[in-house]
Structure formats: C-alpha cells, structure tokens
C-alpha cells in the first residue's frame, strides 16, 4: 500500500472479469487519492469510483500525487472539516 493511490478494493467475481475494473486494478492502492479528496466521505457508487480510479490510473504522475496529498493534508487539518469543493 502506498500513500497515494486508487482505494483498496475487495476482487470479487465481477470486479475480476471487467476489463475496466481490472485496468484500475494495476496500480498499487493507497491510504488517500483521488476518489477521498473529491467525494469525501460520502457513500460513493461503483461507477463514481470506478471513474475515479480510471482517472488516477491514465493521468497518475509526482505532480498528480503530490497535489492530492497536499488536499488530503489540508482536508485532514482543516477545523472545519472536510469541504470537498476547497
């Protein structure tokens, strides 16, 4: 596990034979990334996350993973809570 990355994922039978789920599968998952900083704590849905992931995965670089580290220290500092559209 990294500090950045997808969220870590149970492989179940569907998530296994869909190519899309498998390609976002390739990348080590981490603590924080980038489905955490933009939708926060709320209950996602597998096509949410799934976009999420497949983006991470396609434009994933330092400067990618350095920005959402940045949010995801700022997020967890923040007095206010977690604000997603800050």
């Known amino acids: 596990m990294s ?4 969220r870590p994922r149970l492989v ?10 498998r390609q976002a599968l390739t990348v080590t998952p981490g603590i924080s990334g980038l489905e955490q900083v933009t939708l926060g704590h709320s209950p ?7 976009r999420l992931d497949l983006r991470y995965v396609r434009q994933r670089s330092l400067a990618l993973d350095l920005r959402l580290l ?11 809570g977690y604000s997603p559209r800050e």
């Open 3 to 6: 500090l950045i990355g997808p």
């Open 12 to 21: 179940g039978a569907l998530a296994a034979s869909d190519p899309l789920w």
């Open 44 to 50: 996602t849905r597998d096509a949410q996350a799934l």
């Open 70 to 80: 940045w949010r995801t220290l700022r997020i967890s500092l923040s007095a206010n």
